[in-house]
């Protein structure tokens, strides 16, 4: 079985100062690692992902995430946010190592950038 | 690329009424899936199909619900009778299995059903 937690339902930042969303996996094997982004009244928009390689990935509109395989996370970062970037981030899982899964999304985590 | 294209983008209509969502893929995407968002569950998965076949419909609620991929273009999702407890945002996804690729699944905008 996979699963995705997103621990914070809400992170709140000011524009310009960093931003972290919280990620962590379970999964029984290898896993690829999914952020997408969700604007009021919008699809959810692919941001990165981790596949394999460097743990540092790094995405679209200037975000990152770290794949840390000893804490089982996959936090989303940028280092000086924009109040544009205010929206909906959710984390997603997929387990390889038994065939085709399908992503499992975490409850997704509302990102608010103050002015 | 058009991306995944949804159609229509916004529904309302009465309780016992038929709706039809329709969607079509990204060209040569091999996976096409339905989801439902709402604040109460968040986004779920309802069915999904790999080359036009549904491989997994587990999350499809009830049998007023039903979905099908005539052909590598086209899928809809029905419902009838809706019930206003439908109300939500339907999204169609679609992927491509490929090797290097991740799988990586991309969103339609939505197709915002409401049911009174």
């Known amino acids: 079985a996979q699963s995705v937690a997103q621990p914070e339902d809400q992170v709140n930042v000011a524009e310009g100062n960093p931003l972290t969303v919280k990620c962590t996996y379970s999964v029984s094997g290898n896993p690829y690692l999914f952020w997408y982004v969700q604007y009021p009244n919008r699809g959810l928009q692919f941001l990165l992902k981790y596949i394999t390689g460097d743990n540092l990935v790094k995405g679209s509109y200037g975000f990152e995430a770290e794949f840390n395989k000893s804490q089982t996370s996959f936090h989303l970062k940028k280092p000086s946010a924009l109040v544009s970037d205010s929206a909906l981030y959710f984390c997603a899982v997929r387990d390889i190592s038994s065939g085709y899964s399908t992503l499992t999304f975490g409850k997704g985590t509302m990102l608010l950038v103050s002015p | 690329d058009a991306g995944v294209i949804q159609s229509p983008r916004h529904e309302v209509t009465e309780m016992g009424q038929e709706v039809t969502l329709r969607c079509k893929p990204i060209?040569?995407?091999?996976?096409l899936f339905w989801y439902r968002q709402t604040m109460m569950r968040g986004l779920e998965l309802l069915i999904y199909f790999n080359n036009n076949v549904p491989i997994d419909d587990s999350g499809m609620p009830e049998d007023r619900f039903s979905a099908k991929m005539p052909n590598a273009s086209f899928s809809t999702l029905k419902i009838q009778p809706s019930e206003p407890r439908d109300s939500a945002v339907y999204f169609c996804?679609?992927?491509?299995?490929?090797?290097?690729?991740?799988?990586?699944?991309?969103f339609g905008e939505g197709s915002w059903l409401t049911v009174v």
């Open positions: 060209s040569g995407h091999d996976y």
């Open positions: 996804a679609s992927s491509l299995q490929g090797r290097g690729s991740g799988n990586t699944i991309y």
